[in-house]
């Protein structure tokens, strides 16, 4: 689990590609990496990464086909920054949202435009998460804890500080950069708890319906 707050900026140095997996080697700039033991989680652009090697200057982590398939690592270049942060533990300030590292979808920036000393951006989200973004609700976003400012259908807006963008990769983003999106997660298993015994049923995985949600006691007019 994860906080949402970056701690730092890493950089990708390399990646190797074996089949369809891949394997990611991150220097971790000013991350302290005194603490971290192979086998420990960093969410690095939002995704939960398993250490495999500790070379000195960074770590090195392997990412499966599924989590190719759901972000935007396996389109990275050397040189790339990425946000980093260590897994969180008991004493840790809990700064953002509860966030796991599990990627539910690539997004993609609008637009940009400033906003006094803020910048808001516009993104675009895969249609099936747009049902869990909320106004003023929390999303994650290359594993940085943002509150949604707007929602109209799947596009939502957000509002960056100066702070963040000095302290994340945001401050790159342009109209057509891709993003990882995690959904907030409490929005996933309510869902999933409203679909009571139909959750067992093969068929019934695509989410709420009207019905379900008058059989449960929720009306609409």
């Keep these: 689990m994860f906080t949402g707050i970056i701690q730092a900026v890493g950089t990708l140095a390399s990646l190797d590609r074996s089949g369809s997996d891949m394997r990611l080697r991150v220097n971790t700039g000013r991350l302290l990496l005194e603490d971290v033991r192979l086998g420990d989680s960093i969410a690095?652009?939002?995704?939960?990464?398993?250490?495999?090697?500790?070379p000195g200057d960074g770590y090195v982590a392997d990412v499966s086909v599924e989590t190719l398939s759901l972000s935007?690592?396996?389109?990275?270049?050397?040189g790339a920054g990425l946000n980093l942060e260590k897994a969180l533990t008991l004493s840790t300030p809990l700064g953002g949202h509860l966030v796991?590292?599990?990627i539910d979808g690539v997004?993609?920036?609008?637009?940009?435009?400033?906003?006094?000393?803020?910048?808001?951006?516009e993104i675009a989200a895969?249609?099936?998460?747009?049902?869990?973004?909320?106004?003023?609700?929390?999303?994650?976003?290359?594993?940085v804890s943002l509150t949604v400012n707007a929602v109209n259908g799947s596009?939502?807006?957000?509002?960056?500080?100066?702070?963040t963008l000095e302290q994340t990769i945001i401050s790159t983003y342009r109209a057509g950069t891709r993003v990882n999106l995690e959904v907030?997660?409490?929005?996933?298993?309510?869902?999933?708890?409203?679909?009571?015994?139909?959750?067992a049923h093969p068929g019934d995985e695509a989410g709420l319906t009207l019905e379900t949600l008058a059989h449960h006691g929720f009306h609409h007019d």
């Design 155 to 163: 596009r939502f807006q957000l509002n960056i500080v100066p702070h």
């Design 100 to 102: 796991s590292g599990h």
């Design 107 to 121: 997004g993609q920036v609008l637009s940009r435009q400033q906003d006094g000393r803020s910048i808001r951006f």
């Design 184 to 199: 907030d997660l409490i929005a996933r298993y309510l869902e999933r708890l409203l679909l009571g015994d139909h959750a």
């Design 72 to 78: 935007t690592l396996g389109s990275l270049r050397p």
């Design 126 to 143: 895969p249609h099936a998460l747009a049902r869990y973004i909320a106004q003023k609700g929390s999303i994650c976003v290359d594993g």
């Design 44 to 54: 690095t652009n939002g995704v939960c990464l398993t250490v495999v090697a500790l």
